[in-house]
């Protein structure tokens, strides 16, 4: 079952406007089935394969005389050198709106990189899990608030409307603990990173003191914002700044911290209980 998501006509709009459109965001939000179900037509290539990342590695030329234009590159982050061949290609052609469709999970990798390499050619979407209007119209039952809080919003619960929601939302973060924070920096202590994700979905809706989380897990106060960082620019938590008429007061006052998916946040302070 395909769930429509609000992004949608404005990503219909803008692919008529720009020659590239990247989706960013955290993993399984439904950024390739998005891609794919817009643009039927498109080629697909997933760059998250072996042989597929090593071809365009190794052979970038050949690679883009293979699959053309009107394509989607999946996880795009893994060969940054595709994103310089695409600003050639598409400055060829600069009229042609719509020739690539890119999409990349680690946005702190592929939306910074796309930024820079793809300024002026790209129009960039951020998508996240489902909301409650997106689940409403695609005639998803509405759970009471706790049971919903639970389930979270991820779109393959839904979509294979799966009844093991823990199961799922552990294998979720332990993948993310274990790949994509350690493909971006590394961790020398897991298991104290898996207590910041607990300590830190613990604290859902209070100011985020850094201080305080650096004290409590034994490490200095830039590993701790270091970390923020990470799971803030890969989309799994969000820091929400006060209002203040001042803009500068908002900027520089303490934000809350929030996670993006509920479920995600669930499972992070059930699984370590010895550390609450």
């Given at each position: 079952?395909?769930?429509?998501?609000?992004?949608?006509?404005?990503?219909?709009?803008?692919?008529?406007?720009?020659?590239?459109?990247?989706?960013?965001?955290?993993?399984?939000s439904g950024k390739t089935t998005m891609a794919k179900h817009l643009?039927?037509?498109?080629?697909?290539?997933?760059?998250?394969?072996?042989?597929?990342?090593l071809f365009a590695s190794e052979d970038l030329n050949g690679f883009?005389?293979?699959?053309?234009?009107?394509?989607?590159?999946?996880?795009?982050?893994?060969?940054?050198?595709?994103?310089?061949?695409?600003?050639?290609?598409?400055?060829?052609?600069?009229?042609?709106?719509?020739?690539?469709?890119?999409?990349?999970?680690?946005?702190?990798?592929?939306?910074?990189?796309?930024?820079?390499?793809?300024?002026?050619?790209?129009?960039?979407?951020?998508?996240?899990?489902?909301?409650?209007?997106?689940?409403?119209?695609?005639?998803?039952?509405?759970?009471?608030?706790?049971?919903?809080?639970?389930?979270?919003?991820?779109?393959?619960?839904?979509?294979?409307?799966?009844?093991?929601?823990?199961?799922?939302?552990?294998?979720?973060?332990?993948?993310?603990?274990?790949?994509?924070?350690k493909m971006v920096t590394a961790i020398q202590d897991e298991l104290?990173?898996?207590?910041?994700?607990?300590?830190?979905?613990?604290?859902?809706?209070?100011?985020?003191?850094?201080?305080?989380?650096?004290?409590?897990?034994?490490?200095?106060?830039?590993?701790?914002?270091?970390?923020?960082?990470?799971?803030?620019?890969?989309?799994?938590?969000?820091?929400?700044?006060?209002?203040?008429?001042?803009?500068?007061?908002?900027?520089?006052?303490?934000?809350?911290?929030?996670?993006?998916?509920?479920?995600?946040?669930?499972?992070?302070?059930?699984?370590?209980?010895?550390?609450?």
């Amino acid at each position: 079952m395909y769930i429509h998501r609000a992004l949608e006509p404005h990503i219909l709009e803008l692919v008529q406007e720009y020659p590239v459109i990247t989706l960013v965001g955290p993993r399984q939000s439904g950024k390739t089935t998005m891609a794919k179900h817009l643009f039927p037509s498109y080629t697909y290539v997933n760059l998250e394969d072996p042989q597929t990342r090593l071809f365009a590695s190794e052979d970038l030329n050949g690679f883009f005389h293979q699959y053309g234009t009107h394509l989607i590159i999946d996880e795009v982050q893994h060969v940054p050198e595709v994103l310089s061949k695409i600003q050639v290609l598409v400055d060829e052609h600069a009229q042609e709106s719509g020739q690539f469709i890119l999409t990349g999970s680690q946005e702190m990798q592929s939306g910074g990189i796309v930024a820079q390499s793809l300024a002026g050619r790209t129009a960039i979407f951020t998508v996240l899990p489902l909301s409650l209007a997106e689940l409403r119209e695609a005639g998803e039952p509405i759970l009471d608030r706790d049971s919903q809080l639970l389930r979270g919003f991820m779109p393959r619960v839904y979509q294979t409307q799966t009844s093991r929601v823990f199961d799922y939302y552990a294998g979720y973060v332990a993948t993310y603990v274990q790949r994509d924070i350690k493909m971006v920096t590394a961790i020398q202590d897991e298991l104290v990173f898996q207590k910041f994700l607990v300590l830190l979905s613990g604290r859902v809706g209070s100011l985020l003191n850094y201080t305080s989380l650096a004290n409590d897990l034994g490490v200095s106060r830039q590993t701790v914002e270091r970390w923020t960082s990470l799971l803030t620019s890969s989309h799994i938590i969000h820091l929400l700044p006060p209002w203040f008429p001042s803009r500068t007061s908002s900027i520089v006052k303490t934000p809350k911290v929030y996670f993006h998916d509920t479920g995600v946040a669930q499972c992070c302070w059930v699984l370590s209980p010895r550390i609450r």
